[in-house]
């Protein structure tokens, strides 16, 4: 049994009061503090980090829609708008296996702060929220604690867009969550420098030629058949031949991955090459070992690409992602249930709040939008059950395992955002809990933002 200590009790200082508090900015916080505020409401963003942007920033990653080909039918929206955005600011570049572009991470910490500027948004980092404040089963307000203490944020309604559901686990809402040995990896990001750029291409063109298929050499995935022959920036094998010639330990498990962007100056960007096992990212023992063991194989990828690849012989660690990035974790249990059949089988709804391509990337899938099947997003995957002025957007909306993985893309994240952001702000136009906002007027003010609904 866990040793417990008792606290006294405490008065907590009341930091803001706000009609709007969106806590976590990663793709979805950030697309929901901006629809809010463009829908009217007084919103403020709280991040524990230093900059906002999530996975896109402080992980690392930098691919935002790398699912997307030519018959892609896309969600449109706020995701749209940071893609775009991003190439407007001269912080894009070609992504290298699809019909978008990738984001800096460090220019597009500089974007959002614009972004929540040009908004209205009011920002406060360095934030992390610790507890929540409930009258019977409605949330009115966030604890949260950083250099300035314990501190009270109130507010009339809240967006959890944590990634983990942190709020609404707080909060008492309901979740499912799989066995850590169940769970979706987690990935050390990080980039190299001192790359000659030609030569690695040069050897990609002509002896590696990687596809899709080779996804599938060590472990079962299921694919459409569309997908298998298409380009596909990933390496494997060598680090098989790495650990064989005894290179990197024959014990070195999970390495394996994707490279993303090259720039002009040799520097190897978006290397997302360690799926580790085994760890529950709601776990501080758990993110502990998995940031310590995710840089050592780091370098060790390191070593076997100096070894074996062409061009990165003088290849060095250039720097990791700010934190870990992570894939599963808690789901909530909502109104709805988004399930694989739906994900799968072009799903529609009445309550739709936005689509998404049928792009399926984890858990034994890999399917790519190739020919122009998309589902509906119901409302009701963001209302969660139990607790009143709550919505949940981002990767821990109620969803299955097999829909998680499609609804957990960053793209999609924006998605839900954005409809959560959008619902808050109209739900106090219309004096009604969140759970009972208007669909229809929902649905077309989201068209007017440029959300496509079906």
Known sequence: MMKKITEQPKETPVLIETEVVVVGSGPAGLAAALASARTGAKTLLVERYGCLGGNMTQVGVESFAWYRHEHTIDCCGIGTEFEQRAVKESIARKEPQSDSFVIDPEGFKVVADRLCEESSVEVLLHSLVVDVIMEGQTITGIITEGKSGRQAILAQRIIDCTGDADVAARSGVPYTKRSKEELMGVTVMFHCAGVDVDRFHAHVQQTLKPTYA????????????????????????????????????????????????????????????????????????????????????????????????????????????????????????GETRVTRDHVLNQGRCDDSIGIFPEFIDGSGYLILPLTGRYYQIPYGALVPLKVENLLVAGRCISADVIAHTSMRNMMCCTVTGQAAGTAAALSLKQDVPVRDVAIGLLQQELEQQGVRIS
């Open 214 to 333: 080779d996804w599938g050499k060590n472990w079962a995935i299921t694919t459409t058949g569309l997908e298998d022959n298409l380009f596909s920036p990933y390496l494997e094998e060598v680090f098989a031949q790495a650990q064989q010639d005894g290179v990197i330990p024959e014990d070195a498990q999970s390495i394996a991955g994707t490279w993303s962007t090259f720039t002009e100056s040799g520097e190897a960007c978006g290397l997302n090459m360690i799926y580790s096992f085994g760890y529950d990212c709601t776990d501080v023992r758990d993110l502990t070992r998995a940031e310590q063991e995710g840089r050592k194989q780091a370098l060790w990828v390191i070593k076997a690409f100096q070894r074996y690849i062409p061009g990165f012989e003088k290849a060095r660690l250039r720097n990791f992602g700010m934190t870990l990035g992570t894939r599963e974790s808690r789901q909530i249990q």
